[in-house]
């Protein structure tokens, strides 16, 4: 009987290694469920998405339905989806607007930041019933950084400036290719499931060692990938040619990491003097018409490749996009991609993104079918009784400081970016024990 003592769970993760059970074990999804989507700060959506007063998405983290909405007074709200009387979700659609929240079984109405107004019959409430006792609860704690909004659901903890940290260059490095200087995820979404646990999908987001196999399909008979960014005539060289051994080019890429899991890769060489056409001409004149020629230059020297901000928000810098991962059940995990939208640049700039991504971060995409389905099988294998260990040792003792980034740094081909997920893990999984 697994009873999730820090003793207990310390014994699952060693150096190099995981035990299978972090990625089986229904006892040990359900301690994740509490101790890190219950405590750790998560991504609630992104004020684009709510532009009106009443604007309104729904979402879950972990298992808590949430309402992002924005109050009559301009300010986003984070509500726990629930009605205080008896239960129900009191928003059930996806997206919307509403001058206020009425649950459907008996009527009770809310304001936009959760304030009942309104109680059916209010003759029969009790005698010591008070409306201001039983608002739509709030998340305990929000944060937001550029229009990312943050929550945690634990009363205490780490500060949102703690959590996000050095993080805030990828998030910067993002929003400032932006004309205007804010993104828009307002394009609509992608939403799928696959039969795997959560944290498979976490860990392939800095898991550039699996690109030249899993991804063989993509490369053509140069060893270069397909196109992924507008104006680009090719992609990254990933193998040798005819060899098809991984080409030194790839095997240059780096991992990064620093605190609470969190981590980026560098960004995929490409022939940046080359990138043109039409619709990547017209963004980069609106871009250098707003910031100048200079910091135009800068803005689009590529940095980022990926970047995790763990446990579960992913931004994408090459096809650039937000991608979240929401654990369902031990085997099941869903995960929701928004496109990006950059603000002033030309419809056609953001048009061909989404475009791209389509192609390559769709459920039934060049690139990301071939993700879910090496998921797929590792859930299956880890079923067997071979071995209880997972091997996580690429790298061990090559890892080296990087004082430019204030972070640690080693070969993108290596593991330690996943070794350092497992000691968040750990820290989350353990101090709330």
Known sequence: MFDGTPDEISKLVEPGRVHRRVYTDNDIFELEME??????????????????????????????????????????????NRCAHRGPKVCNEPCGNAKALTCIYHGWTYDTDGTLLDVSMPEGAAPHFDKKDFGL????????????????????????????????????????????????????MHRYYFRGNWKLQV????????VPYSHASTVNKKGEQFSRREGDKEGAQVVEGKSAKTADAWKGRRSYVVDFGHGWTSNTELKEGERSSPAYDAYK????????????????????????????????????????IRPVSA???????????LKGAP???????????NVTHSATSFVQTDDLESFRRTQVGLQSLQSDWIDLSRGMGEEEADPHYNATRESAMHEMA????YQAWLYYMCEAA
Request: charged share 25%; proline share 6%.
């Open 285 to 324: 004149d609106s871009l250098a018409a707003k910031v100048g020629q200079d910091r135009m230059e800068e803005i689009l020297e590529p940095e980022f490749h990926n970047s995790l901000l763990y446990p579960n928000c992913s931004i994408m810098g090459l096809n650039i996009h937000v991608r979240i």
């Open 331 to 341: 085997d099941l995990t869903e995960v929701t991609v928004y496109p990006i939208r």
């Open 418 to 421: 996943i070794r350092a997920q």
């Open 137 to 188: 609860a709030k998340a305990p704690r929000r944060g937001e950084y550029r229009g990312f909004v943050f929550v945690s659901l634990a009363e205490k903890g780490e500060s949102f400036d703690e959590f996000l940290g050095p993080m805030k260059a990828n998030i910067d490095d993002l929003v400032d290719r932006a004309p205007d200087g804010e993104i828009m995820l307002d394009a609509g």
């Open 35 to 80: 101790r890190i989507f219950g405590r750790a700060w998560m991504f609630a959506g992104h004020t684009s998405q709510i532009p009106n007063p009443g604007d309104y998405v729904t979402a879950d983290i972990g298992r808590q339905p949430i309402m992002f909405i924005r109050h009559k007074d301009g300010t986003p709200q984070v509500l726990l």
């Open 347 to 357: 419809d056609e700039m953001n048009s061909a993104n989404i475009r791209l991504l």
């Open 203 to 210: 860990e392939n987001v800095l898991d550039s060692y699996h």
